[in-house]
């Protein structure tokens, strides 16, 4: 008896068909799309594998044998149908040539608009500007036509929703931002900012964001393309209309809300010019204020949004600084962040970033004089000194913020180191300086706010006195206490100094050069910074006080130092300053006086 294997060798079937290998999607896709010829037929497609395989060195014919010549030699069955394909249904992919023309209608119905598959290049870029301006166009008409009929042009209304939608897939291709803007569509898009249907919208909105992503990868002349269409067609404008009219009850309008405030974080992102021609629009400021005070429990996510902004604004340039502290920014802040004085917000939620930017935005316009003087004014130093003494986590941010407002040359920084006298705020300050659970970053804000009490506070004025019985009080040990952190810093200090001085070794001039950056931010890491504000401070101390230069040249010879190895610090200070610089020049002259007290 003829074995199943003999029969299957007979048949001329070779080795048992195996999955093919996961492929590409997209491949996939084309391939069942297009064939080489560019036909869609399936059967197209079968002939042309057959004619591959007749190629191939060792040709194997996949199916069973044919039927003998002889007629009478065996029985297979009725006749296949008189429509089938000529090679029969086993040879023609086992359909007839009716359902062959079915299914590949079903494959690609307009076979032509597939000829140029996936090619996005500039005569794509310029059909879908055309499309995309008469689905507009034909909105706009039958809206006009059809006003009180919205089954008249809601059809038009769902088609113009995808073209919109498939805008996005130029952020992709941002090679074609240039043409993209020449063409009109830019604006075209912009404009249905302010269409009936806050749907559409919304979708506009949405593709505008994805296109000013970060993640594009444009280049500048790109970016600049589509950025200076967006906002000469006024999106800050229609931004600002959609944030009033959008409802955020509304799950869609919350969303487009958010998505409208990260375009407005994308073009601060961009460059220091966008950001400060996006702060020119007093109505986008107003909102973004009014939004951070807009009353929430729990703290929404476009609230916190909202604050975020005003941070990357203030950020990004002094003139945005200066215009958000005209708008009473600063006081408007200090009023939510009171309520964190004795109140911490729920860890690692919105309300805890909503602080935090809030705080960040605060230090930022307390950079400038303008900010100063409004902290002043608006009592945002008493708030700091409260919250120094009864906060939790808002302590270090207070903190940083007094930091910030005390630095900085001119009458207003001076005027913030006086408040702080005036308000008691020694006693918090040092108290909290001789703690020893302090972290870096609490003892550099606090040395960093001692280095300016002492350059800003008047020749023997009142304040500058208290300040500096401070350090002599209990037998100098807040002077002592400095001295012993100068030494934590300076020994973190070298030993980044030799680890750079063994690489620096067999380098040429050039090496050194491209690696400078580099090591230099190693050694503000290590604390260069906050070491070299320290030996300022030391210095003004041996300066003014006699008592505090012998306990100085006391702790240090217990190292076998000097008063040189501040000395040197502050040379070191001054070479580095930039002689064209107006404030540099200042600091020069200070950090030269002092260098004098140091023989």
């Known amino acids: 008896m003829t074995s199943i294997d003999e029969l299957f060798k007979a048949s001329g079937v070779g080795s048992k068909r195996k999955l093919e290998p996961l492929r590409d999607p997209n491949q996939i896709y084309k391939s069942a799309r297009l064939t080489s010829n560019g036909s869609g037929s399936r059967r197209a497609r079968v002939e042309d594998e057959a004619a591959d395989e007749k190629n191939d060195e060792e040709d194997v014919e996949a199916g069973p044998a044919p039927p003998p010549d002889d007629e009478n030699e065996g029985d297979y069955g009725p006749d296949a149908p008189p429509d089938d394909d000529e090679d029969g249904r086993f040879f023609g992919g086992g ?63 769902a088609e113009l929703d995808g073209d919109i939608k498939a805008l996005s897939i130029l952020s992709e291709h941002p090679e074609l931002y240039p043409e993209f803007a020449k063409l009109g569509c830019v604006a075209s898009l912009v404009g249905l900012l302010a269409h009936e249907n806050t749907d559409i919208a919304i979708d506009a909105v949405e593709i505008i964001n994805e296109l000013t992503d970060e993640d594009v990868s444009a280049d500048d002349d790109q970016w600049n393309a589509l950025v200076d269409a967006l906002l000469e067609a006024d999106l800050l404008g229609l931004l600002v209309s959609n944030f009033e009219r959008l409802d955020e009850e509304q799950e869609v309008d919350r969303s487009g809300v958010y998505y409208a405030m990260s375009i407005v974080e994308n073009l601060c992102s961009g460059r220091a010019a966008t950001a400060e021609q996006v ?14 005070q807009t009353k929430e429990n729990p703290v929404g996510q476009n609230k916190q949004y909202a ?51 809030l705080f960040e935005a605060l230090a930022c316009l307390a950079d400038e004089p303008e900010g100063k003087s409004k902290f002043v004014d608006a009592e945002g130093v008493e708030l700091c000194l409260i919250m120094l003494k009864e906060g939790k986590m808002s302590k270090g941010a207070s903190l940083r913020l007094l930091d910030h407002a005390v630095g900085g040359p001119g009458q ?44 800003l506070l008047p020749a023997d004025s009142a304040e500058r006195i ?54 230099f931010s190693r050694r503000l890491d290590a604390g260069l910074f906050c070491l070299q504000t320290l030996d300022v401070v030391l210095a003004w101390l041996v300066a003014e006080d006699g008592g505090a230069r012998r306990t100085v040249k006391k702790l240090l010879a217990e190292r076998d130092e000097t008063l040189g190895v501040i000395k040197t610090s502050i040379q070191e200070q001054i070479d580095g300053i930039d002689a064209d610089d107006a404030e540099g020049g200042d600091t020069r002259e200070m950090l030269t006086t002092l260098v004098k007290f140091l023989q």
């Not at 902004?309 to 340039?317: C, F, K, P, R």
């Not at 005036?422 to 804000?445: C, P, R, V, W, Y």
């Not at 020994?491 to 690696?515: F, S």
Request: aromatic residues 8%.
């Open 95 to 157: 359909i007839t040539a009716q359902e062959n023309d079915v299914l590949d209608y079903v494959d690609d119905p307009d076979p032509s608009a597939n000829a140029a598959l996936d090619k996005f290049d500039g005569p794509w870029l310029r059909r879908t500007a055309l499309n995309f301006e008469k689905r507009i166009s034909k909105n706009a008409e039958l809206r006009a036509k059809f006003e009180d009929q919205p089954q008249k042009f809601i059809a038009s209304e």
């Open 466 to 519: 208290r300040t500096l019985a401070k350090f002599v009080e209990k037998d100098y040990e807040k002077t002592e206490k400095l001295v012993k952190l100068r030494r934590e810093y300076a020994a973190r200090l070298t030993q980044v100094d030799e680890a750079i001085c063994a690489e620096q070794k067999g380098m040429d001039a050039e090496e050194r050069e491209e690696r400078a950056d580099e090591w």
């Open 412 to 455: 207003s920084g001076t005027q913030v180191c006086q408040k702080i006298v005036e308000a008691g705020g020694l006693k918090n300050i040092f108290t909290l300086f001789m703690k020893k659970t302090n972290d870096s970053q609490t003892t550099e804000h606090l040395i960093g706010i001692f280095g300016s009490m002492l350059r």
């Open 307 to 357: 604050a975020e902004v005003l941070a990357i604004l203030v950020q990004t340039s002094s003139k945005n600084r200066r215009k958000l502290a005209s708008l009473d920014a600063v006081d408007i802040m200090l009023q939510l962040v009171a309520s964190y004085r004795k109140r911490d917000p729920e860890k690692g939620g919105e309300e805890e970033e909503y602080m935090e930017n």
């Open 279 to 292: 702060a020119e629009n007093d109505k986008l400021l107003k909102w973004l204020l009014r939004r951070i």
